[in-house]
C-alpha cells in the first residue's frame, strides 16, 4: 500500500494518507481538518509553498483578485470543478492583491489564472476564465 503526501490547507502539516483512503473522510493528524474536500479553500502563500512542494494529489491553484471580472465569473465553474474533481484534485484561491508578491514568484501575468503543481513541480498552467469543464480537462 502506497501512502499519498498532502499538506494540510489549514495548518500546514505534512499527512501521509493511504491510496485506497483519498476518497474517504481523510483529516489531517494534527488539526483534525478535512484532506480532500469537494470545495474550493482560500490559502495563504506560505500554505501554497508547502503544498506545490511536497503534495502527490494534483494541486489547482487560482491565482485571482475582487476587482476582476473575469475572476468572478469563474469562481462558481470553478467550485462546480472542485466537487467533480473531489478526491482526484485540491482546487484553492490565493488572492493576489493581498498576496501581490505570490503573483511575482509564480509569475502571473495576468488574473485568472490556473496554475496544477504536483510532486514538487508546475504541471499546468492556463490564463482566462474557464468553464467547469475545461477547468476539469486541464487537471485530467
Given at each position: 500500500?502506497?501512502a ?22 481523510a ?80 509569475n ?33
Amino acid at each position: 500500500m502506497s501512502a499519498k503526501k498532502l499538506t494540510c490547507l489549514d495548518c500546514g502539516q505534512v499527512n501521509r494518507v493511504p491510496a485506497e483512503r483519498l476518497n474517504a473522510k481523510a483529516k489531517c493528524g494534527t488539526c483534525g481538518a478535512g484532506l480532500l474536500r469537494a470545495k474550493v479553500v482560500d490559502i495563504d502563500p506560505a500554505i501554497l509553498a508547502k503544498a506545490a512542494r511536497n503534495d502527490d494529489v494534483p494541486l489547482v491553484v487560482d491565482f485571482w483578485a475582487p476587482w476582476c471580472g473575469p475572476c468572478k465569473m469563474m469562481a462558481p465553474e470553478f467550485a462546480k470543478a472542485a466537487q467533480a474533481l473531489s478526491g482526484q484534485a485540491r482546487l484553492v484561491k490565493l488572492n493576489t492583491e493581498d498576496h501581490a508578491q505570490a503573483g511575482v514568484k509564480y509569475n502571473i501575468r495576468g488574473i485568472p489564472t490556473l496554475v496544477a503543481f504536483q510532486k514538487g513541480r508546475e504541471f499546468k498552467r492556463q490564463s482566462g476564465a474557464l468553464r467547469e469543464d475545461q477547468i476539469v480537462d486541464l487537471v485530467r
